[in-house]
């Protein structure tokens, strides 16, 4: 399949994953976020960092965010060069460009590239990893290729079905949710947070 096609597959897929939710499932489903503290920890870091816009320490968000063989070189040389990349990201938009120059290499970190990259644009790319890319069978894509083509399958799920999006939002305005901040939150945000949590929690059932 083309690209094109292959978003279309990915909106599609998570049409079929909505169809037939409705608000018990949604809340119950959430409430995993409350009861580990590993989750509820994230949250937090989340919050700082991508809502607040708190500065990064690397070796922080490595940790935060379970990115796997990233070496303390490469965050340092991210440390040392922060205010510079951040502009890069923000200006140019270009995540293939920046994976390109500062990602691939040896190390070819595109699970990092893809979260810093939602981390400074978090309504316009999604922190794609593992469990992500193989939920919409793109494991033997190019990482990068995988991130544009969620970034496009979201954007025309989001588009096309507004009303699972406002669904999952009101759920999530409740009280007892409130350290999620959702009002705040992208509608990719909500998306990937929804696949984020169901990855964490088939991990945990193995």
Not at 54 to 63: A, L, Y
Not at 108 to 133: A, M, N, Q, W
Not at 153 to 159: A, K, S, V, W
Not at 171 to 200: A, H, N, P, T
Request: aromatic residues 16%; proline residues 2%.
């Amino acid at each position: 399949m083309m690209e094109k096609e292959k978003a279309i597959w990915v909106k599609n897929k998570i049409k079929e994953d909505f169809k037939d939710i409705d608000k018990q499932d949604l809340e119950s489903f959430f409430e995993e976020l409350k009861n580990n503290n590993r989750n509820y920890s994230f949250i937090g870091y989340y919050n700082r960092t991508v809502l607040d816009k708190e500065k990064i320490k690397f070796g922080e968000f490595k940790r935060q965010w379970g990115i796997q063989g990233m070496t303390k070189e490469v965050y340092d040389f991210f440390d040392k060069n922060y205010d510079k990349l951040k502009k890069e990201i923000v200006k140019k938009k270009n995540i293939e460009d920046f994976f390109r120059k500062y990602c691939s290499r040896e190390r070819k970190e595109g699970s990092f590239c893809s979260k810093l990259f939602h981390t400074f644009l978090p309504s316009e790319f999604p922190p794609v990893d593992y469990h992500i890319r193989k939920r919409f069978n793109l494991l033997n894509e190019d990482f990068i290729k995988a991130v544009l083509i969620i970034k496009k399958g979201y954007g025309l799920f989001i588009r096309e079905n507004p009303k699972p999006i406002e669904m999952i939002r009101k759920e999530l305005s409740k009280e007892k949710f409130s350290f999620l901040r959702v009002d705040e939150l992208s509608d990719i945000r909500i998306l990937d947070m929804y696949y984020w949590l169901q990855g964490r929690l088939e991990r945990m059932k193995k």
